[in-house]
């Protein structure tokens, strides 16, 4: 398996794959990889002759420093977890923070019309001028054809798509659905810190989801709301953070449901310190 810790190499190497006319898809990841990381890297396979995974816990896209110190980090069992998807097709990009940043580690400020007030934007200064940041150097040095997001991070993905439309990027960015744990949790490379007693409970967070999903039906935005923050107020071990019902193309939480938009609604809960977010579309 091809493992590149630095960018000059692996634009090398990266030029040879694409003098020989192959395609190559892009799973950019800040590691910690699980299932739902290599159902993007299969997708990426199905879709192209090669797929570049980075391995990079980006520092400027966290306001939260305990969080960074944090974050997994665990490499060798990515790239064991990588192997077993494809040593010969799996290209990886683990770079370290000077190779990204030089000894400048910090973001640009990106406009993406609006959608980084909404939801994360409000909770996490700063961070999607850091997703923006990364991603944008990652699709420079990387130039894939096409690069996958889990729909997990659903603003997320609608940032980058915006991106890569404003600033020209020739990469068609594809959105993969949200791969969940048997209890329904989202998988997320943070549920590996999660406490016992934390991980039990943190199913709960899809649990209301769906509920909210079946009362939308029925019943309006507010009153949804209103429902699952109550589910939320007297809970032990989940604090809620945000619930939020938005329309799917501006991120704006919905006043007054209209059957020509589509819905998604959006959560973030604190279980203990660990921050997770989950989403679900409503029709
Ligand atoms: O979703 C993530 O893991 C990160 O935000 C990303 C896209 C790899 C940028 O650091």
Not at 242 to 269: E, G, P, Q
């Amino acid at each position: 398996m091809k493992i590149f810790k630095n960018k000059i190499d692996l634009i090398k190497y990266v030029d040879s794959l694409k003098s020989e006319k192959n395609t190559l898809g892009f799973v950019p990841t800040m590691g910690a990889l699980h299932q739902g990381h290599a159902s993007l890297i299969i997708k990426g396979l199905e879709q192209n002759d090669f797929v570049g995974v980075s391995v990079f816990v980006n520092p400027t896209q966290f306001d939260n420093k305990e969080d960074l110190i944090k974050y997994p980090r665990t490499l060798d069992n990515d790239v064991a977890l990588l192997k077993t998807i494809s040593e010969e097709k799996v290209i990886v990009y683990a770079p370290t923070v000077e190779d990204i940043y030089g000894e400048n580690v910090v973001s640009t400020s990106f406009s993406y019309d609006g959608l980084e007030h909404e939801m994360e934007g409000r909770f996490r200064d700063g961070h999607f001028d850091g997703v923006g940041t990364i991603v944008k150097r990652l699709f420079e040095i990387v130039r894939p054809d096409k690069a996958y997001f889990g729909e997990k991070d659903f603003q997320q993905l609608m940032i980058i798509k915006k991106l890569v439309e404003k600033y020209n990027i020739p990469v068609t960015v594809i959105g993969c659905k949200i791969h969940r744990e048997k209890d329904g949790l989202a998988m997320s490379s943070r549920n590996t810190r999660l406490k016992p007693a934390y991980r039990a409970a943190a199913p709960f967070i899809f649990k209301t989801l769906q509920t909210a999903k079946e009362k939308f039906a029925t019943k309006s935005a507010n009153k949804v709301t209103e429902w699952v923050n109550k589910q939320f107020a007297n809970h032990d071990l989940l604090a809620l953070e945000y619930f939020i019902i938005a329309d799917i193309k501006t991120l704006k939480t919905v006043k007054r449901k209209s059957n020509k938009k589509s819905y998604r609604a959006f959560i973030a809960v604190y279980a203990d310190d660990i921050r997770l977010i989950d989403n679900i579309a409503l029709n």
